[in-house]
């Protein structure tokens, strides 16, 4: 497992972040494009927001939380 910003990510929380990256994502999908069941996408995607890498912004929907002080597009 690696660390990021001190914190322990798994190969799930790293393809979570890597397709949340290009937008946002439901659990569903996630799940298909990372071949992770649900359940445990949206275990890890629990954990990512409580970490405060990950916000739920609707019933079913998430998206990167964005670092302080990070260059825009």
Known sequence: MSAENGIQLNPTDRAILKYLREG???????SDQT??????VT???SRLV??????KVHKGLYELVEQVGSGGC
């Open 43 to 45: 275990s890890r995607l």
């Open 50 to 55: 409580d970490q405060g890498y990950v916000m």
């Open 35 to 40: 071949n992770y069941t649900r359940g445990n």
């Open 24 to 30: 946002r994502c439901t659990p569903y999908y996630l």
